[in-house]
């Protein structure tokens, strides 16, 4: 549908795009966010450098990985060591980062008007700034779930109590055993309920929020909808960035906005429907709310 060698990057400077964004906001019959980990990113939830110190500074001098991407994908010798790292990943990540400042900006910039958000991220921001849980679909799980590794069933678990025990017990970057989660059905191992293989567990909860973004988007087809991407890379474009630019192309009403520092374009397709703002997205929103 797309030329594959043609993208434009838009080449208006940076307070006329702010100028059209805000004039797209205020003037949307609805609001489709989609949200990547660029937005996080944006609010200092990097996962490398100073902040991957301050909570792994011994597991990388130890097993000699950087960032806490990588120690998610670490073979671990034993599960007490497994779960000492991900039980800390899961804090610092899930119920110690407190509200981003773009997310709780964000919510200030579609407060009281009719939005949908479809999200990639895993850390729950969107509901701890505020947001009405109804109208999130998280695509790709939660740090806050866990589900049984094999899987026996299509269930999930909350972990916060289990998580804040294995980080108040933990020592020498292991857990005890007897604290090693296993699925009250089946007693196998528990794992993380993140999309990364075939055995991610689609809950009643999943299909739920499908279905609630489904229904939005049936409801609005053919009106004036913002098609707003935050921070989506390249690496599971299927999921928001694609779709966005197909449903622009589709519906003459809509508006496509990317805002994503280094990564902020659109096909010449549907240029003419777009604002792209090269730009971290904090300082964006801190703009708009400004005007």
């Given at each position: 549908?797309?030329?594959?060698?043609?993208?434009?990057?838009?080449?208006?400077?940076?307070?006329?795009?702010?100028?059209?964004?805000?004039?797209?906001?205020?003037?949307?019959?609805?609001?489709?966010?989609?949200?990547?980990?660029?937005?996080?990113?944006?609010?200092?939830?990097?996962?490398?450098?100073?902040?991957?110190?301050?909570?792994?500074?011994?597991?990388?001098?130890?097993?000699?990985?950087?960032d806490m991407y990588s120690g998610g994908f670490f073979p671990f010798p034993?599960?007490?060591?497994?779960?000492?790292?991900?039980?800390?990943?899961?804090?610092?990540?899930?119920?110690?980062?407190?509200?981003?400042?773009?997310?709780?900006?964000?919510?200030?910039?579609?407060?009281?008007?009719?939005?949908?958000?479809?999200?990639?991220?895993?850390?729950?921001?969107?509901?701890?700034?505020?947001?009405?849980?109804?109208?999130?679909?998280?695509?790709?799980?939660?740090?806050?779930?866990?589900?049984?590794?094999?899987?026996?069933?299509?269930?999930?678990?909350?972990?916060?109590?289990?998580?804040?025990?294995?980080?108040?017990?933990?020592?020498?970057?292991?857990?005890?055993?007897?604290?090693?989660?296993?699925?009250?059905?089946?007693?196998?191992?528990?794992?993380?309920?993140?999309?990364?293989?075939?055995?991610?567990?689609?809950?009643?909860?999943?299909?739920?929020?499908?279905?609630?973004?489904?229904?939005?988007?049936?409801?609005?087809?053919?009106?004036?909808?913002?098609?707003?991407?935050?921070?989506?890379?390249?690496?599971?474009?299927?999921?928001?960035?694609?779709?966005?630019?197909?449903?622009?192309?589709?519906?003459?009403?809509?508006v496509y906005g990317c805002v994503n520092l280094g990564e902020a374009f659109?096909?010449?397709?549907?240029?003419?429907?777009?604002?792209?703002?090269?730009?971290?997205?904090?300082?964006?929103?801190?703009?708009?709310?400004?005007?």
């Open positions: 549908m797309f030329s594959r060698t043609v993208i434009s990057r838009s080449t208006e400077n940076y307070s006329l795009q702010i100028e059209r964004l805000k004039c797209e906001l205020e003037s949307a019959d609805a609001f489709i966010i989609g949200a990547g980990a660029g937005l996080s990113d944006s609010a200092g939830f990097s996962y490398s450098g100073v902040r991957f110190r301050r909570y792994f500074s011994d597991f990388e001098e130890k097993y000699g990985f950087h034993t599960k007490e060591e497994y779960w000492a790292y991900w039980s800390r990943q899961i804090l610092a990540n899930r119920y110690e980062a407190g509200a981003g400042k773009p997310y709780c900006d964000l919510l200030r910039l579609v407060n009281g008007k009719d939005y949908f958000v479809l999200t990639t991220n895993v850390d729950h921001q969107f509901q701890i700034a505020g947001f009405d849980k109804r109208r999130l679909f998280y695509t790709q799980g939660d740090y806050g779930l866990w589900q049984c590794s094999k899987p026996c069933r299509q269930k999930t678990y909350d972990n916060e109590e289990f998580v804040r025990e294995m980080i108040a017990q933990q020592k020498d970057m292991k857990i005890s055993t007897e604290l090693i989660p296993r699925c009250p059905v089946c007693g196998a191992p528990m794992t993380m309920n993140l999309r990364v293989d075939n055995t991610f567990v689609q809950d009643e909860g999943w299909y739920a929020a499908a279905k609630r973004y489904e229904d939005f988007l049936l409801l609005h087809e053919g009106a004036r909808v913002l098609f707003l991407e935050l921070g989506v890379g390249a690496n599971t474009p299927g999921i928001i960035k694609y779709p966005f630019w197909q449903m622009t192309a589709r519906n003459p009403k809509a659109c096909p010449k397709e549907i240029e003419k429907q777009s604002v792209c703002i090269n730009a971290d997205i904090s300082g964006v929103f801190a703009d708009l709310n400004r005007k």
